[in-house]
């Protein structure tokens, strides 16, 4: 959530996204870190780090393991990172061949920033979802009004005649260009994190390149150099949020423009209604769609910062990461959601007949 | 929360306060709301505008009234916000009488506005307690370690000899300031909201502005012009958890610094633990004062974006201001509870001896 | 000047403000740190540190003195600040006396903070003036349109009828609100910065809070203690500039929005024109009002990170405010000078009779 | 520049770069801007809509042309653009024929954002060349000291021994990955606006199109639909200066942390002096590349809040790219040139022998 207040529910589902949030929780990110577990686990067994009885038995407790946010809460509260509880919890009473068998050689950089890739990964892939709705409803709106009469705004003037399709297909290709980034960016953001304590996976020279190469590919994700410090592909996807939540923000700014008194080049079949003033319909979801983007265009601008990674690894870095990131994600996914209710509830766009 | 990632508990209390998440919750913010319309129920009684029997099953419906988080959230989706919703909700079953001694003459923005300014009230003192605490933990350790050698260091680079109270000073003298600020921010944030549909009180002539007196006195708070539109008190209040946050971060950026193997300036008895490297004790709540302090700097890029409110009452403004305040609320005041506990762990400041 | 484009002078002066700007210049800047030199040299005599004789000859060559951007911007690319730069060449051809008798017990902190501190005080009262300025203007249109009807609009949709005398109040306020800071920021901001190498002013015992309080008195200013690395009251500048440019963006986002043809509720006798559309008249500078009151907010998130200063200097966090404070005052005086210049072309306010 | 304090030259060439800055100067952006209108001239001739001879004596004027910084800025400030002072000023005194052959059917948008283009790519050039003289700088540090011992640090805290080559290599890899991405970056920013009054390029249905093409060829960019209101490709390049500029940044940091007295892991044949302590060598450009980067990270915030871009045209979201994206590209570029300067300096990386 993007806020407590948010979160609390009373302003309903406008700018939080229940789906999105659900890939950060316990459950969904655990699970990944747990995935990533026996991935590593399995590898050590590939390349004959460990044996094989030795992972079987890691392998059943990693799978019988459930993520406990309190115990693992508890471990960050101590650590600064869930993953030494999490690992500590899952040799719990294995001997230690077995033991050894999990994570042995990974950290916990490795951990919590593969899990966070092959969440984006599912987030990139719901975002993507709403963004071909919401590209189907402009389509719908281009299909049914995109003759009829609308005056082309420059500057906040009339300018000239023109048609509703103007102004929709200026709508569509934002959405249609960040739609076709999607398969580069999953390509981008989509690289394992296996890099060992410091960053030096392939020293000393053995097998950690082989581990690495197979628990890439056991995740499907791509190999490529240690990225422990180097955080471009994640502010990367940011971007991408940014540029999803702005093609959403100029579609309600324009809605919210187009709705007014005077201009009505509008109609609802709904909007919402005021306390004080029952005879009003406002677009309520339009504005939504205005402060979600300017949010997610003010986080980059706090996430970018994570750049300055200093050292093999910063605590202090890699933490804005998570305080803005999921936040930018459900942020992005709720306006994507609005603009396609909102334009679902269109009866007509261009001047009244 | 922050983000739904800190939400989820996985990375313990490192980045939010869950005593100010809960002033922000359906109860806590729903009470308030409560508060309002009861006030303005018996500020409409007083003033002769509704009966003292109206007013009487009015408050009596106001005071059954539990907030429902659903019905609020559903009515939030329609309505952009939850107040016609809950106002609906007050009068059901009630004649007209009572009916109309609820909520007449106010609007949904004079409703959450005054329960956003008695909240970061709430909020401004729960902070100010971390503040105390914090400041504390700094006097404490000024009087046991003061005098022992500390080089100063400026540049990055070491300067003269000095003592720990020179450190200690400049950590305390912003957290000093920060409190001290407190009692004219409770003054300038604690106006009443109350101007009705469009911010015109006073029109038409006739009993509003004592209505509006009325129920400040009743909330405690101050009267003031209407405040609709103008954003200044809120942004202040950013502001002030811009300086709150900073001063935890300076000390969570030095303490990070001089926890440096070759530095040696501070020893704790605990500190976090690395998965790989068990002989570790990493200063987490150190890079964690200092993540936060840069997230909640950089949201009042965010938040301030909302003084831009056009016209009487502007959605997407108004907004901005409920995804960033309860968020860099939260993290001020994680930033100062693991300021207290950093320092509390402390065992040591300047060389060793 | 906010980049280089802006400081081409291709887009005139819409988004700069030259008077401002002059004073960041070498001229004004140099001034004004040779100032601080003139006047601890006086304090040093005065205290007894030097004799008058050596003073004498040092404040001669003090005023002497004219900045020269290639030396001391030469001297910046060795040293950082060009303080060290300006001191040598204070000193040059001076006996030992005399030239001990400049900056001694000083550091190049002292000298640009206070240097900084004397520009902000300036760049206040030239805002203060254009705040002033911008106030009167909406204080004309109020006593010569309040009257008018203008429809009072809420979330971007007509509400109920009202008069041209509450959209301009709500101008009014904020502008009156920040004008009502000056005093405090004025005192808040002027405080000398006298801290001497590593801020350790009053250590070892001995003169330097006298000379401090010297040079303070000497230049208009109060004492208070060091803030070398507490850059609270820097922050807050910002922070009023956020409130004004703000207060002035509100203004031109609702002219914006009046100027709308079927909305119609502000005529000009001016107006941008169009390359392409010779019909159309532009409310331009409403649009730059918005602009830059987007942009100053913005920048509050880069300045906020300086407080996160870490040591007794940061030469990372200091230059964050170099970098942004006086593109944000240049910006501000920009918004206030082009809502002087627009609110003075209104020919209406309010509903064409 | 990025403030005039930055401009005045104080500060040396630390925090602005003069070869950036003067890609947008109004001589270099003027050209640039006539070239646009050049292309244009001859497009207009080549389609058939102007005679050969009307083209001839209008791309006379166009060469004789010299843009006036005083004429064009009067000209922004009364139509917030230079565009309509331009043509004006270059049909000046030719004949209809003539004068019709130049911008017809082009609309100011179009002269700048092409202008810009062509200074974005001039500009990535620049600090393309710059990126590789850094990543020189580093692979020649590589060569001489990578198999030096250098402790690798995780959290702030020594983690295990390393060499540094793990450091180098860490610095490497993000100016590797903003270096190769330097041709899609030219691919995706490079196409020509010619979009017409309201970007209805193709309609009236007519030679519109051909023209485009035409100017595009001409001014050797790609076509493409219009977008004059889809600002994803300028925000995307803003997010490439925020990558580079953080690689800058990420060891501006650890050269900062490296130098400290008790590390001890960089030495430098030169660094800043101290007006107050002459035995300090400050690493005042290592500070200086951690300022720009959270100075251009921050400034990407600001730049994407010009995606919500309303209706056919916004003078407000538009002019927040002026304000941001130069002042980013030259804080980027001083960042790289402080890098290769800083390193330049190194005597040695890694542990002393």
Same mark, same amino acid.
């Given at each position: 959530?993007?806020?407590?207040?948010?979160?609390?529910?009373?302003?309903?589902?406008?700018?939080?996204?229940?789906?999105? #949030?659900?890939?950060?929780?316990?459950?969904?990110?655990?699970?990944?870190?747990?995935?990533?577990?026996?991935?590593?686990?399995?590898?050590?067994?590939?390349?004959?780090?460990?044996?094989?009885?030795?992972?079987?038995?890691?392998?059943?407790?990693?799978?019988?393991?459930?993520?406990?946010?309190?115990?693992?809460?508890?471990?960050?509260?101590?650590?600064?990172?869930?993953?030494?509880?999490?690992?500590?919890?899952?040799?719990?009473?294995?001997?230690?061949?077995?033991?050894?068998?999990?994570?042995?050689?990974?950290?916990?950089?490795?951990?919590?920033?593969?899990?966070?890739?092959?969440?984006?990964?599912?987030?990139?892939?719901?975002?993507?979802?709403?963004?071909?709705?919401?590209?189907?409803?402009?389509?719908?709106?281009?299909?049914?009004?995109?003759?009829?009469?609308?005056?082309?705004?420059?500057?906040?003037?009339?300018?000239?005649?023109?048609?509703?399709?103007?102004?929709?297909?200026?709508?569509?290709?934002?959405?249609?260009? #960040?739609?076709?980034?999607?398969?580069?960016?999953?390509?981008?953001?989509?690289?394992?994190?296996?890099?060992?304590?410091?960053?030096?996976?392939?020293?000393?020279?053995?097998?950690?390149?082989?581990?690495?190469?197979?628990?890439?590919?056991?995740?499907?994700?791509?190999?490529?150099?240690?990225?422990?410090?180097?955080?471009?592909?994640?502010?990367?996807?940011?971007?991408?949020?940014?540029?999803?939540?702005?093609?959403?923000?100029?579609?309600?700014?324009?809605?919210?423009?187009?709705?007014?008194?005077?201009?009505?080049?509008?109609?609802?079949?709904?909007?919402?209604?005021?306390?004080?003033?029952?005879?009003?319909?406002?677009?309520?979801?339009?504005?939504?769609?205005?402060?979600?983007?300017?949010?997610?265009?003010?986080?980059?601008?706090?996430?970018?910062?994570?750049?300055?990674?200093?050292?093999?690894?910063?605590?202090?870095?890699?933490?804005?990461?998570?305080?803005?990131?999921? #936040?930018?994600?459900?942020?992005?996914? #709720?306006?994507?959601?609005?603009?396609?209710?909102?334009?679902?509830?269109?009866?007509?766009?261009?001047?009244?007949?």
């Amino acid at each position: 959530m993007t806020s407590a207040l948010i979160a609390s529910g009373l302003f309903g589902r406008q700018f939080g996204d229940q789906d999105v #949030a659900a890939e950060f929780s316990v459950e969904a990110f655990g699970a990944r870190m747990l995935a990533f577990e026996a991935a590593w686990t399995r590898a050590l067994a590939r390349t004959g780090a460990v044996s094989a009885g030795d992972a079987e038995a890691a392998l059943a407790a990693i799978a019988r393991a459930r993520p406990d946010a309190a115990l693992l809460g508890a471990g960050s509260d101590r650590d600064g990172v869930p993953v030494p509880a999490l690992v500590a919890a899952l040799r719990q009473g294995l001997g230690p061949g077995p033991a050894a068998a999990i994570h042995t050689g990974a950290t916990s950089q490795d951990v919590i920033d593969t899990a966070m890739v092959l969440t984006l990964i599912a987030v990139a892939d719901r975002i993507g979802e709403r963004l071909a709705a919401l590209s189907g409803a402009v389509a719908h709106l281009r299909a049914r009004f995109g003759d009829r009469p609308l005056t082309a705004r420059t500057r906040m003037q009339a300018a000239l005649p023109a048609t509703a399709a103007l102004r929709l297909d200026a709508w569509a290709r934002p959405l249609q260009g #960040a739609a076709a980034r999607l398969p580069a960016l999953r390509s981008e953001i989509g690289r394992v994190q296996a890099g060992g304590a410091v960053g030096l996976r392939d020293q000393p020279t053995g097998p950690a390149e082989a581990v690495a190469a197979r628990v890439a590919e056991d995740l499907g994700l791509a190999l490529g150099p240690v990225w422990h410090s180097d955080r471009s592909s994640v502010v990367g996807f940011g971007h991408w949020l940014v540029l999803v939540a702005g093609a959403a923000g100029k579609i309600g700014q324009d809605v919210a423009l187009m709705a007014q008194q005077g201009v009505d080049e509008v109609a609802f079949s709904g909007g919402g209604g005021s306390s004080a003033m029952p005879h009003k319909q406002n677009p309520v979801a339009a504005e939504a769609m205005v402060a979600l983007a300017r949010y997610v265009a003010g986080q980059q601008g706090v996430l970018a910062q994570a750049l300055i990674h200093e050292q093999e690894r910063s605590g202090a870095a890699w933490a804005l990461e998570w305080l803005t990131l999921p #936040a930018m994600a459900e942020a992005t996914a #709720a306006a994507l959601a609005q603009g396609a209710r909102l334009l679902g509830s269109v009866t007509r766009i261009g001047t009244p007949a």
